[in-house]
């Protein structure tokens, strides 16, 4: 099972709204991103953890608040999010942060901020 | 300058040609080269990565590195039509750049049956 699962696939939300988007991998890999990706550009670095704890923050604005509550969870928590924040958000994992070339990624939620 | 540098494309090919996907790279300390294809919509799948600089196969898909002239390219035998989408190449320094992976711009490929 290479599969790295993503909740929701699509999700509108206001700008005074919260919510969040849910990672799950069962290949007990310990390194976890997430990634924002806009229409027609690669994706961009938004956090690493590494064994359940955050090992980089790309300076990402605090309305993004990501969480591992466990080695196969990652959680990013939405909060007062702009339009411009509407993107496809990736989450992608690895056997740990020295295998990061060896990642898989899930197939994203697609995020529209109104 | 940008450290990855993609060729743009779009790439329209016939079915069953040979495809030459190609990225240039600034970095010498980049160690690890990625393959990445991402159809519409969905998210980035890895196809290859390689370590050194030569050839690696898998299947249709040939991966090579050339490290003295920082050049990486991805060649595809035999295109299918579902070979269709963007691929994008990624490299990645254990010892620069906190270990992110720094991805090119992606070329958008269509294979007509």
């Known amino acids: 099972d290479t599969e790295v699962t993503q909740t929701p696939k699509h999700l509108v939300m206001g700008m005074t709204n919260k919510k969040s988007l849910k990672c799950e991998q069962h290949m007990g890999h310990r390194a976890m991103y997430w990634y924002k990706q806009k229409a027609k550009k690669p994706p961009e670095l938004m956090f690493v953890?590494?064994?359940?704890?955050?090992?980089i923050n790309e300076s990402v604005p605090s309305r993004f608040s990501p969480e591992c509550p466990n080695s196969s969870l990652l959680n990013l928590h939405l909060h007062a999010l702009q339009p411009e924040d509407s993107a496809l958000y990736l989450c992608?994992?690895?056997?740990?942060?020295?295998?990061?070339?060896?990642?898989?990624f899930g197939q994203g939620t697609r995020l529209t901020v109104v | 300058q940008k450290e990855v540098e993609q060729d743009p494309g779009p790439l329209s090919v016939p079915e069953g040609a040979i495809v030459s996907l190609n990225c240039t790279y600034s970095?010498?300390?980049?160690?690890?080269f990625m393959w990445y294809r991402q159809y519409s919509r969905k998210g980035p799948e890895l196809l290859m990565y390689t370590y050194s600089s030569g050839n690696k196969e898998d299947g249709r898909f040939t991966a090579q590195v050339d490290k003295s002239s920082k050049y990486i390219s991805l060649f595809i035998r035999d295109s299918q039509p579902s070979d269709s989408a963007t691929y994008l190449c990624a490299m990645l320094s254990y010892n620069t750049n906190a270990g992110k992976s720094t991805f090119g711009d992606g070329t958008t490929l269509t294979v007509k049956p």
């Open positions: 970095n010498s300390a980049f160690q690890y």
């Open positions: 953890y590494s064994y359940e704890k955050l090992s």
């Open positions: 992608a994992s690895s056997q740990d942060l020295l295998q990061r070339a060896e990642a898989f």
